[in-house]
């Protein structure tokens, strides 16, 4: 572990190599697991202005789930995304190759709105801890991402690198610089 700024880093940001590899797994991450996708308290707000012009693009199941629910729920003090039946997030939506995307990502992409997804779909396979003096940026290990893996390994593209844009939107390009300075000094 390491320290830049208010964060406590893992290493194995640097040391792992990960690339989505979307044809092999399908988009798993979206449609399997115990839990939502989790979300920061600012983010909550956000959901509720976009729904009107998302809401075109999720599945019939995914708009029940979310009129059922709501926008997120909360799981023992933390918000995340409301499930379909206990599998699929409820703004999973599919492409014609049957593989799982984000309906917000999809609005997005379309112009509709502004706000890409939730910055923990955004960072995965980088996951937050937030503590009272820091937070925690650390690798999260999942078996369904074993192909990311070995593409990740293929193709020479670390942790750090595949999740660069995220990383940069969370923290910022000073904080992101300071990363790939300490990880071309930890490569030595």
């Known amino acids: 572990m390491f320290q830049l700024g208010k964060t406590i880093v893992s290493e194995d940001i640097i040391e792992k190599d990960f690339v989505c590899n ?9 449609i399997d697991g115990e ?13 509720l202005d976009i729904y009107p012009l998302v809401k075109p693009f999720l599945r019939k199941e995914g708009i029940k789930a979310i009129e059922d629910q709501g926008l997120f729920i909360t799981n023992e003090g933390d918000y995340e995304t ?37 910055i923990s779909c955004h960072l995965y396979p980088v996951r937050l801890m937030e503590y009272s003096e820091f937070t925690s940026v650390n690798y999260h290990k999942w078996p369904i991402c ?6 990740g390994k293929e193709l020479q593209v670390p942790v ?3 999740v660069k844009d995220a990383l940069i939107r969370k923290f910022g390009k000073n904080w992101y610089a300071e990363l ?7 490569k030595k």
């Open 22 to 30: 979307l044809n092999a797994c399908k988009g798993k991450c979206c």
């Open 35 to 47: 839990a939502g996708a989790p979300l920061e308290e600012s983010e909550l707000q956000i959901l």
């Open 82 to 118: 409301p499930l379909i039946d206990e599998k699929d997030c409820a703004y999973v939506i599919f492409d014609e190759k049957n593989i799982a995307k984000c309906g917000i990502e999809e609005a997005y992409n379309k112009g509709k709105i502004k706000w890409r997804k939730p």
């Open 146 to 151: 074993d192909d990311a893996c070995i593409l």
């Open 160 to 162: 750090y690198k595949f």
């Open 180 to 186: 790939e300075k300490t990880a071309e000094n930890y």
